[in-house]
Structures are given as structure tokens and as C-alpha cells.
């Protein structure tokens, strides 16, 4: 089933702690990004890559970093979390980073920060 | 700067009444609008896009470039319909790859 596979669903934590959030795809899409989803304000790009070894800033960057080693997986990584980054976050991918074919959303990981 | 806005937080109708969702967007060139829709506690998923001007379930949505709209409508409102509904463009072309989303509107459709 094609799909993009995110983990953890839920995560606790606390202020500082390093943590990363996985993001794996079966599609062989170029084009993946990272979302952050909070009440009133929709969702957020926070990074996006176009392929391998391609990233790039979105709107709301700041604490977070991400890699692209592989075209599958696009880790979204918090080196020192603060509670300003409690929120729901998806990881999306689409086939290229230049065409109009829908996005394909995980199902979603709800971190909070203590 | 482009941005799409959904001026309603929440539209509360009863079942079996007309829906309307509102999307305006700013784009100066030629926008690709699409309507997502994530049902309680499950990932965003494709509801249509403008440019296959399909009807799902029972779904449709104009472009209207003049009025720089893009609104959901649905004549019969089902209860199952309940659920945030994101409005979103694509600039064409876009290096960037990247699209922008409304703030969202929460569906609650009553019995």
C-alpha cells in the first residue's frame, strides 16, 4: 500500500531533550516536506526537500533540521526542544517538487513538550 | 505575498442543509487550488482540485479567478461530512514545490 509512514504517533518529553521524528515514504517521490499544524493557524512548512541530498527552508524553520540521505526517509529532528514546539506535525510527500499532484500526508506525530 | 484565507473557523449546519466553505487566495499568477480534508484523528487527505473539476462525495469547488475564490460547495450536508477542511494553492511554476494552506474550517454538521 503506498503510503508515507511517520513515527512516533505521540511523544512526551522534556525541554532539551533531543528527539527525531521519522518520516519514510514508499513511492518513490522526490519531493517530501514538513508541516506543523496548530489551532488557528493551519499548517506550517517547516522544511522541504526536492530530492536527495536537497533541502531546504520552509516558513517556520527555526529549531528544527532535517537530512536527506535516502529518497524514503526524510528525518525531522529537534536538537534542544522547547514547549514553543508542542504541536502536530505531518510529513507529506509528492512525486516531484515541480508538479501539481496531490500531496500524500502521514497520519500525524503529536509531540509535547514540557 | 500569497496566502489563501478561510475566513470561517468553524460553519455549524444541520444535516441535510447546503454547505459552503469559503477559500480566498492572492496569487498574481496562475494558481492551482486544491481542497484537503482531515477527518477526526486521520491524515489529511485529497478531497479535489480544481483542475479535474471533479465532484467527490458530493463535493464540488469553482475557480473563480475574477473574485480570486475557490469555495467548497455541497447542496445536501451528511453528518459523515464533519471534519477540518484546508483550502491550499500551488504557484505556478514554483521552485519551491510548496504549498500554502488556509487556516483551515471545522465542518460540524448536526443531526
Known amino acids: 500500500e503506498a503510503q508515507v509512514t511517520q513515527n512516533p504517533r505521540y511523544l512526551i518529553t522534556v525541554t532539551g531533550k533531543k528527539l527525531t521524528v521519522t518520516c519514510s515514504q514508499n513511492m518513490n517521490h522526490e519531493y517530501m516536506s514538513w508541516y506543523r499544524q496548530d489551532p488557528g493557524l493551519g499548517l506550517r512548512q517547516i522544511y522541504y526537500?526536492?530530492?536527495?541530498?536537497?533541502?531546504d527552508k520552509g516558513d517556520v524553520p527555526e529549531g528544527y533540521k532535517v537530512s536527506r540521505k535516502e529518497k524514503r526517509n526524510f528525518p525531522l529532528i529537534l536538537e534542544s526542544p522547547s514547549p514553543n514546539q508542542t504541536s502536530l506535525y505531518f510529513c507529506?510527500?509528492?512525486?516531484?517538487?515541480?508538479?501539481?499532484?496531490?500531496?500524500?500526508f502521514g497520519d500525524g506525530t503529536r509531540l509535547s513538550i514540557l | 505575498a500569497q496566502r489563501v484565507t478561510q475566513p470561517e473557523k468553524l460553519l455549524s449546519v444541520f444535516k441535510g442543509a447546503p454547505v459552503e466553505l469559503k477559500c480566498n487566495y492572492s496569487?498574481?499568477?496562475?494558481?492551482?487550488l486544491f481542497w484537503y480534508v482531515q477527518y477526526s484523528r486521520q491524515r489529511l487527505q485529497l478531497l479535489l482540485r480544481?483542475?479535474s473539476r471533479e465532484s467527490i462525495k458530493g463535493f464540488t469547488a469553482d475557480l473563480n479567478k475574477g473574485e480570486t475564490s475557490f469555495h467548497l460547495k455541497k447542496p445536501f450536508a451528511q453528518e459523515e461530512d464533519s471534519a477540518m477542511y484546508y483550502c491550499?494553492?500551488?504557484?505556478?511554476?514554483?521552485?519551491?514545490?510548496?504549498?500554502?494552506f488556509g487556516q483551515g474550517t471545522t465542518l460540524q454538521v448536526k443531526p
Open positions: 480544481h483542475i
Open positions: 496569487y498574481s499568477g496562475s494558481p492551482e
Open positions: 491550499a494553492l500551488f504557484r505556478w511554476p514554483d521552485h519551491t514545490g510548496k504549498l500554502i
Open positions: 507529506a510527500s509528492r512525486i516531484q517538487g515541480y508538479d501539481t499532484q496531490p500531496q500524500h
Open positions: 526537500s526536492m530530492n536527495v541530498e536537497v533541502t
